[in-house]
């Protein structure tokens, strides 16, 4: 890299970039990292791109954050603990405003969520953020999407559809009361995704995976890893209270299945299994293929990006 | 991410997906990468954008394999051993002959620079390519830019200028006899960074960093980061056959110590050290500070993206 983005990110980033695994952060031709003896590096990348996975004209510092949030849901997702994260930024223009705002986003998920930054490239062109998360396994045990057994529970963690009511507010489709409004706005930029249940979930949970693109097609890749059928109970959905309060259970419901961007894990246990704190019941694990959930035959299940 | 994307990746990239260290590819929240007792890892990222990085009429298989051999050459920069890579994949739409044709290239490359694919993500967006490295480095043992002395000599493996020839060709800026011109513009799309050489040098290189900015402008990154001058001589530079064909000797060397893209090594050995086989001596380091090279006072050292 040349001079300038040395200056840039060494400016703006690499004071976030000191952690427990961290040898060497930013500043030489690979950063290095330290595994435990017997872990395994698990590894995800995830790229968001400006007006297609956040509005316009958001906040910087909530694209920054939510950038590496849903990244390191991914990790969260296969129950590893985080090591570190690189990131890929692509910018129109070197505007020192933009880059300040949008690094204490990240500087603000890095400590929130362990990931020190050890790494990055900043290239000019149109906006584009690709945050790569580092994070170690005990040997032989991941949270993997294929263990699911018939008969097993399924889970999920915290609640779902905030964040589909939180876009829905900022897209102007929901207009709930300022209380309710900025609790769901905040859990659309700023998801927390629940990294020590992952971990917790090693020992217990049959398979997992962190729900980004909605319930029923998160659900959806569980049973098909699994070869399962899943099914979901929709009147067992969690819903906060902000969620609770709207007029149309019928659309609450609808953001819970299938708005996606809530970043909980949903994952399966053996019947019989002590339930983690925070964590609720929504179906089971049967014989079949596929995700039923009575009352939502009519839901488009994931993000379509092509 | 959604079906659709699982499609498009698993279609086109999952056949490259295996190696040595892959305990988990494509297809789960995370890919999994086994180390052995004692290595730490080295990871980087690369990312090239369309019109800024490589000609807009570039083939889509040169594309994918120059955007890989450009993030290798960090691993080689550092002495490490290549597990695996990621690739985040911005595309302005699924051209499936677009991607087919990428793919090849991004094949060929994980092959040559035994790096498989373990993990990506595909959005929609202007294309920009993001490739992040992973290896592994001997516990204790790395290349770093930091440990040149003075006394050292300063060393290159293979030709340098020749990514310069070939972009200028590519540009129309120099036509020279075919077999020169191929060769050159090979040179340009099909860089294959030195990581053998790069694992050697483990045990004897003071300093080391990969040259994709040009031998001033990198060297100048040794310099800094050792506290030390470096200072090179023109007239050591190794040019290929097809560079000591210019007409213009002068040009020739401008691209050799500034053109970048080269994807070589630029090191430092002790006084009296073994010099690997196709590497060449090119400098001296010096008390100071600072890169010197008589006769290339002009020359812009770097590129500048913003």
Redesign the interface.
Known sequence: ?????FT?IARYFSAYGRGAAV??GV?????????A??E???????????G??FPEESLPEDVGFRAVAAAAS??A??G?RP?GM?????LP??DELWLHSFSQGVAAAAVALELPL?????????L?I?V????A?PAGK?????GAQVGDGVYVSGTLGDAGGGLAILEGRYQPEPEAAEYLERRFFRPLPPLALGALLLDTASA???I??GLL?DAGHIAA?SGVRIEIDRECLPLSAALQAHPDREQALAWALSAGDDYELCFCLPEGSAVPRGCTRVGAVLAGAGVVCAGAEGLVR?????
Do not use: K, W
Not at 1 to 5: I, L, R, S, T, V
Not at 118 to 126: L, Q
């Open positions: 890299m040349p001079a300038n983005e840039l040898e060497l500043g030489d031709d690979c950063a290095i990292l330290a595994l003896p017997h395994r590096l698990a590894t995800s990348v995830d790229t968001v791109v400006a297609r996975h991914d990790l997702g296969m590893a090591l690189t990131l890929a930024l692509t223009e070197a050890v790494g990055g490239d900043t290239t000019r062109g149109p584009t690709s790569q998360v580092l994070g396994l991941a949270l993997l999407r294929s997992a995976i962190d980004s693109d097609a890893a994931g993000y379509q990006h092509f």
